[in-house]
C-alpha cells in the first residue's frame, strides 16, 4: 500500500486555510486577532429529545465556543441569514472599552443586522475569564442563540490554582413553544405565561419527560435509569477525567427564566472565580448560579475510579416543574457507558433563601482585587415592580416601562439627536412611604425611553430594591447585568433599603461582577466608575421581565467615544442622517 500523499501549503494558502476554518490568527505584540465568519440562522434540533426549531450559527447548537487570550482581539463577521427578523449578538461580561458600537445590544448600541446583511464586531477581550454571547434582539436567547467565550491568561502567565484539565458547561432552559409565539404571549392583554421550561440543557442537551425508572444493580441496590429515546443530540454530556487529578469546571448560565443549582455527585468543589474575576476559593457541594453569571470551580476526581457519576442542574428560586438536567462525570477507568449507581443530586428546597443568601454572601474578592472608592458621587434607587399600562401586564423601574426607540441610542446622543429618545431624565428613586410588602397600591405605570446620564469617570452606587408582585405574597427573584463595566458588590439585605444599612456594605473586599441578584423584598447595594465611554444596557437577564420592561439605560462619556461605524447606524433618524450626508 502506498503511504499517504503528504500535503503542502504554501503560507497564503495555509492562511486561507485558517480562514475558511472561520479562525484566522495573525500576531501582532505577543497578542492575536481571532477571526470568524458567522451565519445565523434557524435549524431542526431535538436538544432535549423533542425536535424543534432552534437557533443557532454555522449550523451548530449551542453556537460554536471562542476561545482566546487576554489582549487577543476578536473579529467576527456575522451574516443574518435570518428570513424575516434582524439580529444582533451581546458579548457578555465583555467591556468593550474603545468599541461601545460592538457591545451588541439593539437600540442601544446599534442598529438590528437586517436579513441579507453583514456585520463586524471588532473587539478586545482584556481579562481572562470565563464569558459567553447570545442574542440581544427580541427573545433570540430563547430560542436558543448563545455560545460560550472562554479567555485564557496571556502567553507566559499562570492562573493562581492550579489544574490539570478542564470542562466547560453552558446551562439553559428550553420550551417547546416558540419564541414568537411567547412574545405574543406576554404581550397580550391579559397577558398569557409562558410557564415553566419543559427541560433543562447542559450544553444544548437535556432530556424531556424523562423518567428514572427503577432499576437493580449486582447488589440489589436501587439505581436510576434515564430512559433516551436513541438520539444522540439529547444524551447527557459525558466529562472524561482521569483519576486523582484536579478539573476547573467553567459554567455559564444564560436560561431564559430559570435560577439553578448545580452539583457533582460524591465530589466536592472550590469556588475561584466569577464573571471574570478571581475569588477567595471557598469549598462547596453545590452551587446556586442565576441567569447571566458564570463561575469556575475546582474538583478533584478522588472518588471510587470504578464508578461513574452524575451532574445535575435543577431549578432554584421558583416551584420547580421541570426535571433535573443531567450530564455525567465518566472516570476512565472504567467504561463511558456504565451509568452511575447513586441517583443524581438532590436539588435543595427551590425556595429555601437561607441557603442561597448563605452561599452568595460567602463570595468575597481575593486578596490584591481592585478594592472600591470609599465614597460615593452619586446614588440612584431602582425599585422592581410589577404593574399595568392600559391593561397590559409590564414590569417597571421606579415606575417607568423600558421601551426601546428605533435609533440607537449610542449614535442618536453622540450626533445630538434629541428627538430619537425621551429627554427628560428618569426618576433616580422613588416615594419612601412605598409598602414592598404588598401589591402596589396603584398598579399602573408609563412607558419610557429616558436615559440615565451619568458623569464621566465619577462614583456611582446603584441600590436594587426588590418588590411585592400584583399578585399578594409573590416576590421573584431578579438577576442583573451591566453591560460595559464590571461593578463591586457592596452587600444584600432584606427589606427596604435604609441608612441604617449603611454600615452593612463591604468596601473591605466586596467581589467584582457583572451580573447580580437581587433577593425576594430584598436590596442590592453596587458601586461602579463611570469610566467607559458609551451607553449601557442594565437590566434584568430573565428573558420575558426585558421583554416586559425591566431595565434601564446608562449613558456616560458619549462625547469620547470614537467613530462609530456606519453600519451600526443606519436605522432610525441616524440612518436618515447618513443618507442625507451621502446625498450631499
Not at 477581550?125 to 496571556?154: C, N, P, W
Not at 452539583?263 to 468543589?269: D, P, T, V, W
Not at 401586564?393 to 428627538?419: C, D, E, R
Request: hydrophobic share 35%.
Amino acid at each position: 500500500m502506498a503511504p499517504p500523499t503528504k500535503l503542502t501549503l504554501t503560507p497564503i494558502c495555509f492562511l486561507l486555510y485558517l480562514w475558511c476554518l472561520g479562525v484566522f490568527v495573525t500576531s501582532a505584540w505577543g497578542s492575536k486577532a481571532r477571526h470568524f465568519r458567522w451565519e445565523v440562522d434557524y435549524m431542526y434540533r431535538a436538544p432535549d429529545c423533542v425536535e424543534n426549531v432552534v437557533m443557532g450559527i454555522n449550523n451548530q447548537f449551542p453556537s460554536p465556543t471562542i476561545k482566546a487570550r487576554a489582549g487577543d482581539t476578536v473579529v467576527v463577521h456575522l451574516t443574518n441569514k435570518l428570513h424575516t427578523e434582524g439580529v444582533v449578538i451581546h458579548w457578555h461580561g465583555i467591556r468593550q472599552l474603545g468599541t461601545p458600537w460592538a457591545d451588541g445590544t439593539a437600540s442601544i448600541s446599534q442598529c438590528a443586522i437586517n436579513p441579507g446583511e453583514t456585520f463586524v464586531y471588532r473587539f478586545k477581550v482584556d481579562k481572562a475569564g470565563t464569558y459567553f454571547y447570545h442574542g440581544h434582539y427580541g427573545m433570540q436567547r430563547s430560542a436558543g442563540l448563545y455560545g460560550l467565550l472562554i479567555v485564557d491568561v496571556e502567553d507566559g502567565k499562570k492562573e493562581g490554582f492550579h489544574y490539570d484539565g478542564e470542562f466547560n458547561l453552558l446551562l439553559s432552559d428550553w420550551w417547546h413553544k416558540g419564541v414568537h409565539e411567547q412574545e405574543v404571549d406576554l404581550s397580550a392583554n391579559p397577558m398569557r405565561w409562558i410557564g415553566e421550561p419543559q427541560s433543562l440543557l447542559i450544553n444544548g442537551r437535556g432530556q424531556y419527560n424523562c423518567t428514572l425508572a427503577v432499576a437493580l444493580d449486582s447488589n440489589g441496590s436501587s439505581l436510576p435509569v434515564c430512559k433516551f429515546i436513541g438520539n444522540e443530540q439529547c444524551a447527557p454530556n459525558i466529562l472524561h477525567v482521569e483519576p486523582n487529578k484536579t478539573y476547573r469546571l467553567r459554567v455559564a448560565s444564560t436560561t431564559a427564566l430559570a435560577s439553578l443549582n448545580l452539583a457533582i455527585g460524591n465530589h466536592k468543589m472550590v469556588m475561584v472565580e466569577a464573571d471574570g474575576n478571581y475569588l477567595q476559593p471557598f469549598p462547596v457541594d453545590d452551587f446556586d448560579i442565576y441567569s447571566g453569571e458564570t463561575y469556575s470551580v475546582l474538583f478533584h476526581t478522588d472518588q471510587n475510579p470504578s464508578s461513574n457519576y452524575w451532574i445535575s442542574v435543577g431549578v432554584r428560586g421558583r416551584e420547580p416543574k421541570t426535571p433535573q438536567g443531567l450530564a455525567i462525570l465518566h472516570y476512565k477507568s472504567t467504561t463511558a457507558s456504565k451509568l452511575p449507581i447513586l441517583p443524581p443530586p438532590r436539588t435543595p428546597q427551590w425556595n429555601d433563601y437561607i441557603r442561597s443568601k448563605s452561599f452568595t454572601n460567602k463570595i468575597v474578592a481575593i486578596s490584591g482585587s481592585p478594592q472600591p472608592p470609599t465614597n460615593y458621587n452619586r446614588r440612584i434607587f431602582l425599585l422592581n415592580t410589577q404593574n399595568r399600562i392600559d391593561g397590559y401586564t409590564k414590569w417597571a423601574i421606579n415606575n417607568v416601562s423600558l421601551t426601546l426607540p428605533s435609533t440607537p441610542y449610542l449614535g442618536s446622543i453622540k450626533h445630538g439627536l434629541a428627538s430619537a429618545f425621551d429627554q427628560k431624565s428618569p426618576p433616580t428613586t422613588f416615594v419612601s412611604t412605598y409598602d414592598i410588602t404588598s401589591p402596589p397600591s396603584n398598579p399602573n405605570a408609563t412607558y419610557g425611553n429616558g436615559v440615565y446620564k451619568l458623569e464621566f469617570g465619577k462614583t456611582i452606587d446603584v441600590i436594587l430594591q426588590n418588590a411585592n408582585a400584583l399578585n399578594a405574597n409573590v416576590s421573584e427573584i431578579h438577576p442583573w447585568h451591566l453591560h460595559g463595566h464590571d461593578f463591586w458588590v457592596l452587600g444584600y439585605g432584606e427589606g427596604k433599603f435604609s441608612n441604617k444599612d449603611e454600615n452593612k456594605l463591604n468596601l473591605k473586599n466586596p467581589p467584582l461582577r457583572n451580573t447580580v441578584v437581587i433577593f425576594p423584598y430584598g436590596w442590592t447595594a453596587l458601586r461602579f466608575i463611570a469610566d467607559n465611554p458609551g451607553v449601557w444596557a442594565f437590566h434584568c437577564h430573565i428573558e420575558p421581565h426585558l421583554h416586559m420592561g425591566m431595565g434601564v439605560v446608562f449613558a456616560s462619556g458619549v462625547d469620547r467615544v470614537g467613530k462609530i461605524p456606519d453600519e451600526a447606524l443606519s436605522c432610525g433618524l441616524t440612518g436618515k442622517m447618513l443618507m442625507s450626508e451621502n446625498h450631499n
